[in-house]
């Protein structure tokens, strides 16, 4: 599973819940993974890695803070 030490630090007081969902939650788990994927594809465009459109590349960011809203749930609601 990756690690994503930016995301870590931004629910750093949920660190404990963090650990746990990521241990014990599938779903939080693919979560997780998901957001790193997303982030690094995003990364990786800005840095002009990867060619593609402002559109695509706003599409991506857009579900980046949706997957990391759903995240941000789930740790308040653990």
């Known amino acids: 599973m990756s690690d994503h030490l930016e995301l870590r630090e931004e629910f750093a007081e949920y660190s404990d819940k963090l650990h746990e969902l990521k241990a014990e939650n599938h779903h939080f788990q693919r979560l997780w993974?998901?957001?790193?994927?997303?982030?690094?594809?995003?990364?990786?465009?800005?840095?002009?890695?990867?060619?593609?459109?402002?559109?695509?590349?706003?599409?991506?960011?857009?579900?980046?803070?949706?997957?990391?809203?759903?995240?941000?749930?789930?740790?308040?609601?653990?």
């Open 33 to 78: 993974d998901k957001y790193v994927d997303l982030d690094k594809q995003i990364l990786k465009i800005e840095a002009n890695l990867t060619g593609a459109a402002d559109e695509s590349l706003e599409d991506l960011k857009k579900h980046r803070l949706e997957v990391k809203d759903e995240i941000h749930d789930m740790l308040k609601a653990a």
